[in-house]
Antibody
Framework: QLRLQESGPGLVKPSETLSLTCIVS??????????WAWVRQSPGKGLEWIGR???????YYNPSLGSRVTISVDTSKNRFSLKLTSVTAADTAVYYCVRVTRGIYYGLDVWGQGTTVTVSS | DIVMTQSPLSRPVTPGESASISCRSSQSLLHSNGDNYLDWYVQKPGQSPQVLIYLGSNRASGVPDRFSGSGSGTDFTLKISRVEAEDVGVYYCMQPLLPPYTFGQGTKLEI
């Protein structure tokens, strides 16, 4: 059974970089039938799509985050990562890593448990 | 971005009754392949969201047949027949047609 687990600091200072990692277990991150994505949830903005990556490294980012976001993949460690630079209080949220089915679409069918990130000095 | 609008934002229900949630998109979600790119997710208290319905009307694996999705183009409905206490949570629609994927504001179903 595919499982996703987020990890990273729960507290980040304003203007610094938020870095999170998602470990994929029970399946291969190099699957051609999966995209790997980050979604965040904040009280003010609800659920927000951050971006996604394919195991080849092909990415799509939400334009609302501009050039602050980078998603990368490490196939050797079966994990993918999120970096968000120049964070502000508005980036305080629960961050989820998610599997998006590709090819035959079945939805965002696997979610991590989520990790809370607070931006504060 | 495609804007997703749900109604109502809160839906009190009594166990055993039916409930419907509406979702409207700012542009058509009907793909040229004939599928409507509209999903429904539920976030139960203290949990991550989980998929209920994908491509408008397809129940995800393990989802009871009390849940059904319908609609086409810009107007969609999630219907829950015979609501049970375990169905409480926040229900979201989401469009996976055009990135960035976008979610509705959520509808809180409460007993």
């Amino acid at each position: 059974q595919l499982r996703l687990q987020e990890s990273g600091p729960g507290l980040v200072k304003p203007s610094e970089t938020l870095s999170l990692t998602c470990i994929v277990s029970g399946g291969s991150i190099s699957s051609s039938s999966s995209y790997w994505a980050w979604v965040r949830q904040s009280p003010g903005k609800g659920l927000e799509w951050i971006g996604r990556i394919f195991y080849s490294g092909d990415t799509y980012y939400n334009p609302s985050l501009g050039s602050r976001v980078t998603i990368s993949v490490d196939t050797s460690k079966n994990r993918f990562s999120l970096k968000l630079t120049s964070v502000t209080a508005a980036d305080t949220a629960v961050y989820y890593c998610v599997r998006v089915t590709r090819g035959i679409y079945y939805g965002l069918d696997v979610w991590g448990q989520g990790t809370t990130v607070t931006v504060s000095s | 971005d495609i804007v997703m609008t749900q109604s109502p934002l809160s839906r009190p229900v009594t166990p055993g009754e039916s409930a419907s949630i509406s979702c409207r998109s700012s542009q058509s979600l009907l793909h040229s392949n004939g599928d409507n790119y509209l999903d429904w997710y539920v976030q139960k208290p203290g949990q991550s969201p989980q998929v209920l319905i994908y491509l408008g009307s397809n129940r995800a694996s393990g989802v009871p047949d009390r849940f059904s999705g319908s609609g086409s183009g810009t107007d969609f409905t999630l219907k829950i027949s015979r609501v049970e206490a375990e169905d409480v949570g926040v229900y979201y629609c989401m469009q996976p047609l055009l990135p960035p994927y976008t979610f509705g504001q959520g509808t809180k179903l409460e007993i």
